[in-house]
């Protein structure tokens, strides 16, 4: 029965079965038969299996409770919703950073930021007047896959270097098409109402952000109000051209990052404003993108996974997201801050209409695409990723049960199985510096997912292990060469 189990395809698990009650019913003569049936009709069918394709959305400044199936009251999401009834929901999913830059980097290297040298503790992303980047001798997933003859994209924002080195066709996309930074940078201070007042009542021209093909600034200031509908074009499109082959779309929404825009066919139309706008927008060109794999016929041989780089931007007020029950939000090494909505979708492989809560990260999907791909993860190198194939295809459960929580170059706290502890906290933004706390402050995640009972002082072996955990990771980082401290001299 093992046997079968293991080497028969799917189809072929169905013979196996009708063998062994054949056996137990007919004898093995008659068996037998059957068995050359379906050995010959293997044969016959065995096509070298095609490699899945991939697909990453990847919404910006989402947060943990913004979507329908999340629990939020007013945001339509249906087609997010419908993806994961089709789906696997997780409840423990996390970016590797709570802001931009560092998360970016984790998703498309598997690494930690600290060890791609793409984290800061006094720059904690990168700017228009930044000179440092994403390394080229990093194996970006785009890169993992393309080796593998995969037809790779980015659309969307990248803000992993603008500079022309580091650019997405640098780092192994065949072609890109977004923006290279946030969308609130480059502010131009002759335009609009000062300081915060124009993000409340945002238009394009207040920001001057280049939107590049390639390596060129092909629109500048890009227009925001249309961007979420032209990156879903341009992925729709690359995935409609290359339909005969394996490919890697990586889909970076520029929203729900503040300024929100959305097209004229969402704007003002959401109970939640335009934060909600922005986001049905979204959920709108996730729809499209299911829409046309399953048009092509692609949906049963491709991987789409649906998360966020950080939490909502709570100090926006209306124009930041919710975390849910989660504490606090982007910019905070607490749930809110890290915790994302994911949703995976492979109709036929992923089971359809299952809510984990197994834990699992954005780096995980560098190892699982790469390995899902027959490609070979990085060995030179510590990957801080694992495979979490067993888990999506609901054969078994993630092999991830620890998540490390970094601000800049710290570790502020560890998450071990249910349990975790903060040895250093920070208000997400302001003026106020890092407390330690020795010892940490201690939470159990399934009893408290809000992290409002510091139950360390009950539990002091837990306190003991925790502490042990995070000393040899400490000891185990090598950091990467810093590079977002790289700036543009200021003019004296
Ligand atoms: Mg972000």
């Given at each position: 029965m093992s046997f079968l189990r293991s080497s028969l395809p799917y189809r072929g698990r169905e013979f196996g079965l009708q063998l062994l009650h054949r056996i137990a019913t007919q004898g093995v003569r008659s068996a037998s038969l059957l068995l050359a049936i379906c050995l010959n009709s293997t044969a016959q069918s065995a096509e070298p299996a095609r490699a899945p394709n991939v697909v990453i959305i990847f919404a910006d400044d989402?947060?943990?409770?913004?979507?329908g199936c999340y629990g939020h009251p007013t945001v339509r999401t249906p087609n997010l919703d419908k993806m994961a009834a089709e789906g696997m929901k997780f409840t423990s999913f996390y970016s590797a950073?709570?802001?931009c830059t560092p998360s970016r980097a984790a998703l498309l290297t598997g690494r930690l930021p600290l060890r791609t040298g793409m984290c800061s503790d006094t720059q904690r992303v990168l700017f228009p007047d930044s000179v440092g980047g994403l390394q080229t001798t990093e194996v970006t997933l785009a890169k993992a896959l393309k080796a593998k003859g995969y037809a790779t994209a980015c659309v969307g924002k990248w803000h992993l270097g603008h500079r022309p080195e580091y650019l997405p066709t640098r780092h192994g996309f065949d072609s890109y098409f977004g923006i290279?930074?946030?969308?609130?940078?480059?502010?131009?201070?002759?335009?609009?109402?000062?300081?915060?007042a124009a993000t409340f009542d945002p238009k394009s021209e207040y920001w001057n952000v280049p939107l590049v093909r390639g390596d060129k600034v092909v629109e500048r200031p890009a227009d925001q109000n249309t961007l979420t509908k032209r990156y879903t074009e341009e992925g729709v499109k690359f995935i409609r051209e290359n339909k005969s082959k394996p490919f890697f779309l990586y889909l970076a929404h520029t929203m729900v990052h503040v300024p929100l825009f959305a097209s004229k066919d969402f704007a003002g139309k959401s109970p939640r404003g335009i934060y909600g706008d922005a986001v049905e927008e979204v959920d709108w060109s996730a729809g499209e993108v299911l829409r046309a794999l399953r048009e092509e016929k692609l949906d049963a041989n491709t991987l789409v996974f649906f998360t966020s780089d950080n939490g909502p931007w709570l100090q926006f007020g209306e124009h930041g997201g919710s975390a849910g029950?989660?504490?606090?939000?982007?910019?905070?090494?607490?749930e809110g801050g890290m915790r994302e909505p994911g949703i995976a979708w492979w109709p036929g492989t992923v089971p359809a209409g299952v809510t984990t809560q197994e834990m699992a990260s954005t780096m995980d999907l560098y190892v699982t695409a790469v390995r899902l791909a027959g490609g070979a993860v990085p060995d030179d190198r510590p990957i801080d990723?694992?495979?979490i194939t067993p888990l999506l295809t609901g054969k078994g459960k993630s092999p991830r049960d620890t998540m490390y929580f970094y601000r800049g170059t710290k570790l502020f706290a560890v998450r071990h199985g249910p349990w975790k502890a903060h040895f250093i906290t920070q208000p997400a933004y302001g003026k106020d510096g890092p407390t330690e706390h020795d010892p940490p402050l201690l939470y159990h995640l399934g009893r408290d997912p809000g992290e409002k009972t510091d139950v360390a002082r009950d539990n002091p072996e837990v306190v003991k292990r925790l502490k042990e955990i995070a000393a040899t990771h400490r000891a185990g980082m090598k950091p990467g060469?810093?590079?977002?401290?790289?700036?543009v001299p200021e003019k004296k």
């Open positions: 989402l947060g943990y409770g913004d979507l950073a709570e802001v290279p930074y946030s969308n609130d940078m480059d502010r131009v201070p002759t335009k609009g109402p000062k300081g915060r029950p989660l504490r606090d939000g982007k910019g905070s090494t607490w990723g694992h495979d060469e810093l590079q977002l401290e790289k700036r």
